[in-house]
Every structure is written in C-alpha cells, then in structure tokens.
C-alpha cells in the first residue's frame, strides 16, 4: 500500500508433460509471532463451489517471493532485479497451468517496470470480465511479505485453483499483478489508462487485494465506491458472513490500485487485513481477536516485513473470501447462497455414520503424507467401509494411496501408475475392514513416487 502522503492522494522431467496445474504445493510451517486470534475458519459450501483455498499453497509462493528478495539485495521494489524475479516465478506459475499471460512495460523515475496480466483461454464470456489484481512490488527497505506479497500470492492460489477446477461462469476471470504501486500506483494507473474504452467497459468488476496477512489484522471491506461497487462490497460481505465474521468498512482514500478502476467508472471494490486507523479498536479486538490498540501491522514499510509478519488465520479467510467472491460475480457454477460448514480438525468430525477430515495436507515431491481420522465406534467396520477421497495434483500417476487401519494394517485403493497423467484423484473406494475394530484413528496415506508434480489431500471421509 502506499504511504500517506499529506495533500496529494496515492497511495518433470517427463518428455511430453505440462508442468505442475492449479494448487501446486509443498507446505511450509512458519514460525510467527502473531497474536491468537479468536474467529474459527470456516470453509463454505455454496453452489458455486468455491473452493477453499489452502494457506499453505499461499505461503508456499510467499516463501519464494521472500526468497527472491534475499538473492536480490533484500527487496522486490520497482526496477529492481527482484521485482523481475518476482515478475517471473508468478508467470511461470500461470504459464504452467494454462493461462495467456503478457507483460506490460512502463518507465517511471527512469527504470522499467512491469505489469503482468492473465486470461484463462475459453473460460466465460471475454467480454464480460470479473478482474482480480494486487500488486507485485515491495518497498526498497524489505521483501514485502504482507505489503504486498500477501495479495499477490493470494490471487495467485485464486488463479491456479480456478485453473484447475475447469470451471467456467457466465464471466471469465482475469488476473493482474502490478508494479511501482509503492511509487504512486503506476503500473495500475498504466494499465487503465492504456485500455481501449472497450475494452474497459468489458471489466464489470475489479477486486483489489492488498495487505491481507497482517499480524494484527481484521477483516475490512472497500467502501469507496458505494453505488458502481456496491454488488462487489454485498458479495465480499455475504462471503464473511458464512464465516460468522463481521467485517469493517475501509475508505483507503484511494491508496491503491483499485483508485484507476474507479476513475474509469470500472466497478470497484476489495479486502484489505487493515485500515488507515493508526492502530486496533477494542471493539475491533472483542470481535475478531489480536490486541487492541496496537497497529495492525507493526511491520509496514519496514525490514521486518518478512515472513513472520502474517497471522495464518486472517490470511485464510480472507482468501476462502475472495475466490468465493470472485466465483459469485463471475457467474461459475451459477451462484448461490454460503451456508457455514466447519472445518474438521485434525481428528475428524463425526456425522452420523460418517467421519470426515477436511484439513489440507502437502503432498511433497518422494514423501509420504498421512491425513487422520479419529473413530469412536463400538464393534468392528464394515465389509462395505467407503473411503471418499479428494486429492489435488498435477500428475496422479506419481500417487500410491492407501488406508491404514488404527492397528497398522494398510489396504492400497490406488497404486502407482506411470502413464496415468490425469490431475486429481476423486473416488469412492469401498473396503472390506469386516476384521479390524472400529474404534481408532484411521489414516489415508499418500505417497508420491516421483518428482516435480505436488499437490495435497484436499479432504478425505469414512462411512461405516
């Protein structure tokens, strides 16, 4: 986000195959000095089927975009050489799952900046365009971890997943990733007033992120545009809503990159995980958790902007959010209304005859990954267990995928196959566990037994 500045408003290796689509991820465990916060994450089932976007694929890219900054002299900011390998790892990523993607050049302060922007090819009518942008650059004083790879990592995860679900609305979603905000909301500001007037009337919505993992953060929803952004402001609050999260206003007097949208007359409207106030209200603290009365991000515009600089859990409702935002206004899978559905922890959540965990688990390169469930049932299983299995990956060949009983014994449901280059598994197996007791914790084991195609479980359930 850019400072405020007094009188003046800125702010595989294998032959023949595409490389790693949608959701590619290998999980990281950060250590962050976040305060706890108290909103449960929710998921939301909605048919749009808006999918719940994992925060580990996030800080999968923000640990890279971070990595960048270290081999780059610190930083990502305008015409730097970390800002071009920030340009690059995005657009690889696109570029791998499918997407037509095109740099934009500018010159500003005498050194080239870049935009980079996304289409998904036959998705939707590309003449009606729902748009998500966040910009790309840092302050020269650090990597920009929150501000503002928070975002650009964020619609990336969006942009991969939309990628793999093969999904298409009544819009097509477009994605952008701008330079030289920091600066002044050049690159933004560029890439508006360089749109033929056609072309700016097919944007019906454009959705800014920027800052959405601050450690003392909250949930805030753009307010400045209240009669052309108000479908996109109802929309973002519907998606809080299904979370039990009441968000706040933010009027960010036009300090980023959603500002050239709304003097184009282009529908506008955002998340952010702060505001302009200097500081957390106790109001602020009693409904979403974090210390009242301290910044929300104590980090800004600073060295210390690093990874350790994000709470978990407001980067990951906001991100469910806005892909649930992004999938209303873009018409995929016709719409509908978000109904709350909790998260099963890591022991499973019992309902009835059937046990399920719905927590994302990485599934890395030659590892074996094990996602549980907790059974407290009296007797043994059935001869007819039904083992429904959800898994994301770019190459399901590499899986072996097994269940494991709670006294050790493994059934295979699905084996390795070379040639099986297809994404994803999603099956129902059924299992004869007639001489296992019920009672226990049952595992789903996934091992991968080649490289360079990642994925995770993205749930799993039982039913006796």
């Known amino acids: 986000m850019t400072p405020l500045v007094p009188q003046r ?62 081999a780059n002299g610190g930083n990502r900011a305008h015409g730097t050489t970390g800002y071009q390998a920030s340009i690059d790892y995005v657009k690889g990523k696109l570029d791998a799952a499918g ?18 922007i996304a289409n998904l090819p036959g998705r939707g009518d590309a003449n ?8 790309l650059d840092s302050v020269a004083a650090g990597a920009g971890v929150n501000d503002n790879g928070s975002g650009s990592a964020t619609i990336l995860e969006i942009a991969l997943r939309y990628a793999a679900s093969g999904e298409a609305g009544t819009k097509s979603v477009r994605f952008g990733w701008w330079g030289a905000e920091e600066l002044g909301l050049i690159g933004s500001k560029y890439y508006v007033a360089n749109l033929p007037t056609a072309e700016r009337t ?51 007097n036009s300090r980023s990159d959603h500002a050239a949208f709304i003097s184009a007359s282009i529908p506008s409207g955002g998340i952010a995980s702060l505001s302009l106030d200097p500081s957390k209200s106790s109001a602020q603290a ?5 210390t009242a009365g301290a910044a929300y991000d104590p980090c800004y515009h600073q060295s210390c902007d690093t990874l350790s600089n994000l709470n978990d859990s407001v980067l990951d409702n906001i991100a469910d959010v806005a892909a649930y935002a992004a999938w ?11 109904t709350p559905t909790p998260t099963a922890s890591p022991t499973g959540s019992p309902s009835g005859n059937v046990y399920t965990n719905a927590n994302d688990v990485a599934i ?81 084991r996934v091992k991968d037994v080649a490289n360079a195609d990642t994925g995770y479980i993205n749930s799993w359930s039982l039913t006796f």
């Open 9 to 70: 408003v800125t702010h595989r290796t294998r032959a023949a195959i595409a490389v790693g689509v949608g959701a590619a991820v290998a999980v990281a465990v950060f250590a962050s000095a976040q305060p706890t916060m108290a909103t449960p994450t929710l998921t939301m089932a909605t048919a749009a089927a808006a999918p719940d976007i994992s925060v580990a694929n996030i800080k999968t890219h923000l640990q890279k975009l971070s990595d960048v900054a270290a």
């Open 99 to 116: 997407f037509t993607t095109s740099t934009q050049s500018f010159t500003h302060n005498g050194k080239t900046g870049y935009n980079l």
């Open 128 to 135: 009606q365009v729902v748009m998500l942008g966040a910009h």
């Open 202 to 252: 097919k944007i019906k919505s454009y959705l800014n992120f920027d800052m959405v993992g601050s450690p003392n953060g909250g949930y805030f929803v753009y307010s400045e545009d209240p009669t052309r952004g108000a479908t996109i402001k109802s929309t973002i609050e519907s998606g809080f809503t299904a979370k039990n999260i009441d968000p706040d206003d933010a009027n960010l």
């Open 286 to 290: 009693a409904k979403w958790g974090g």
């Open 328 to 338: 209303q206004l873009a018409g995929i899978g016709g719409g509908g209304t978000p």
């Open 364 to 444: 890395k390169d030659l590892q074996t990954s094990d996602s549980p469930i907790a059974v407290n049932r009296a007797g043994n299983a059935p001869s007819t267990l039904k083992v429904a299995v959800d898994i994301v990956h770019s190459y399901r060949g590499d899986l072996v995928v097994s269940l494991v009983a709670p006294d050790g014994t493994v059934y295979l449901l699905e084996d390795f196959a070379n040639n099986d280059s297809v994404a994803n598994v999603k099956k129902t197996y059924t299992v004869n566990a007639s001489s296992e007791v019920a009672s226990g914790t049952w595992k789903l």
